[in-house]
């Protein structure tokens, strides 16, 4: 009994972590546009770093950095089975680290979504606000830098969930050879 109970809390955790994570990324990710409309000027650039850091205001109808600019509506879609999927899943997720990944990823999935909804040019085809301008990649948005740190997250959380799996295989397999 004491086993279920300690699961149950580890799991607590965990869907805290995906809660949190995602609210902060979400608010975080909408202020940050709120004060980008507010203080930038349409199409034009603000050196923060010349040459390295620029905020620049681009309305941006297509995927993460700007890939496929034609098909709006598809993203609105994505972003919705992304953000449902992982809080479907949520109650399944028992440890921390996989709560912060999929956090991250529905933070961003739902701060572009709230875009996509929200604003013009129609509903469900919104242009997402990207601001973060580093002149060697796309412009960019905090929603875009939150789904980009969840995947890596995801990736480092398979990578040990794989290298945990084969320790406990080999010492398996360690017990049964022994006398």
């Not at 009994?1 to 699961?7: E, F, K, L, P, V």
């Not at 955790?13 to 994570?21: D, G």
């Amino acid at each position: 009994m004491q086993t279920a109970g300690r699961a149950n809390q580890i799991s607590g955790r965990a869907v805290a972590a995906l809660s949190l994570t995602a609210a902060a990324g979400l608010i975080t990710d909408q202020v940050t546009k709120a004060v980008a409309l507010a203080t930038l000027p349409e199409g034009g650039t603000v050196p923060v770093i010349d040459g390295v850091l620029h905020w620049t205001l681009q309305r941006n109808p297509g995927a993460a950095f700007s890939l496929f600019t034609r098909v709006p509506a598809l993203f609105t879609v994505l972003a919705f089975a992304i953000s449902a999927g992982i809080i479907w899943y949520a109650r399944r997720v028992r440890e921390t680290g996989l709560g912060f990944a999929l956090g991250f990823v529905l933070g961003g999935a739902l701060g572009n979504l709230a875009d996509r909804i929200f604003r013009p040019p129609s509903a469900f085809q919104g242009h997402v606000i990207d601001f973060i301008d580093f002149r060697v990649w796309p412009t960019f948005n905090i929603a875009d830098v939150c789904v980009v740190t969840g995947a890596a997250l995801l990736f480092l959380h398979s990578v040990r969930a794989e290298r945990a799996d084969k320790r406990a295989a080999a010492a398996g397999d360690d017990a049964a050879a022994a006398p």
